[in-house]
């Protein structure tokens, strides 16, 4: 069994992670790790990110004591999808979970909760509690309600408290506005303080990413690049292109090569929308339509679909034309 030290290391994305060092039977320091998600959380509505309406002293604090990442997105649009992506390392195109639907639409013997985890579905939990951890959640899960295949329970975590339901209030775009969110990381002496990166990142590259900070053995099939050498400093690992097939509000995908992103909206509907695209590095407010001058990031979009997009019978997407 772990025994605690004291030193904590913190994350916030709509993301602030943080850890801490504990000494393990063997002898070998571990990080502790709190990972707090904050639902629906803006890109700009923290201080430490330009908001100058509403005051966030203690998250501001946080990134002044660690690293503030610019360029970091969610795993999806809304949130039951999202934690999937967080919770098993794998993108909207293979995630289980990529839409908000009730548990009770498929099993009717609950009254309440979001489309659970299967008992397959691997997490990040699972993987820690394995090596040693002890593990807990406290507040949102949406990803089963108890008693199913998706009971956080079952999917690695010795306690939770909290809550499955969430049925209202929900907000659902591709585009920068609906994925591009804030993101700390604070651990003292190992992230150095008042840093800046602009390297990016996404939901999926969090198991990878705490893998390696705890010295875990990753499981196959994850999606992320770790983010840990450029936390200490160094140099991004190359990444594969970044993407989000989202079957709800009209059904969308989006990719983001490099820097450039392409976006395709509407294509549930009768009149599904043509391929945009924006190089939002230099134009994160998405303004400027390059699809007619940048015709090849369309044809590499829709290569990364074929290769990465897996069908989902319970959240199909059907993209016109591939």
């Given amino acids: 069994m772990i025994r605690w030290l004291g030193r904590w290391i913190w994350m916030l994305a709509g993301v602030c992670v943080a850890f801490a060092t504990m000494r393990g039977a063997e002898g070998t320091d571990r990080p502790n790790v709190v990972f ?15 908001q100058q309406r509403l005051r966030t002293p203690n998250i501001d604090r946080l990134a002044t004591e660690g690293m503030r990442f610019t360029r970091h997105y969610s795993g999806a649009p809304v949130c039951a999808p999202s934690r999937c992506v967080l919770m098993t390392g794998k993108h909207l195109g293979k995630a ?21 985890l299967s008992e397959s579905a691997f997490t990040i939990a699972q993987a820690f ?60 002496g190992r992230v150095a303080a008042g840093t800046v990166s602009d390297v990016p990142g996404y939901f999926a590259d969090w198991f990878p990413t705490l893998c390696d900070v705890a010295g875990l053995e990753r499981p196959e099939g994850l999606d992320g690049t770790s983010l840990w050498p450029v936390m200490k400093g160094g140099k991004a690992l190359p990444r594969k292109p970044m993407g989000w097939v989202f079957p709800e509000y009209g059904g969308q995908v989006a990719v983001r090569i490099g820097g450039m992103k392409a976006v395709r909206q509407r294509l549930a509907t009768k009149s599904p929308g043509p391929w945009e695209v924006y190089d939002v590095d230099a134009d994160p407010g998405e303004t400027r339509d390059l699809a007619s001058v940048r015709p090849e990031i369309i044809t590499q979009a829709e290569q990364v679909l074929r290769e990465e997009a897996k069908p989902n019978a319970v959240f199909p997407v059907t993209i016109p034309g591939m």
């Fill in 36 to 50: 707090i998600l904050a639902d629906d959380l803006g890109w700009g509505e923290l201080g430490c990110y330009g």
């Fill in 96 to 116: 289980e979970i990529r839409g908000n639907i009730q548990a009770k639409v498929r099993f009717p013997e609950f009254t309440e909760g979001q489309h659970p």
């Fill in 129 to 188: 509690r394995k090596a040693g951890y002890a593990t807990a959640a406290m507040g949102k899960w949406g990803l089963g309600p108890v008693g199913s295949t998706g009971d956080p329970g079952r999917k690695g975590f010795d306690l939770f408290f909290g809550y499955n339901c969430q049925a209202v209030a929900h907000k659902g775009s591709v585009y920068e506005g609906g994925l591009r969110v804030p993101m700390i990381v604070r651990w003292p």
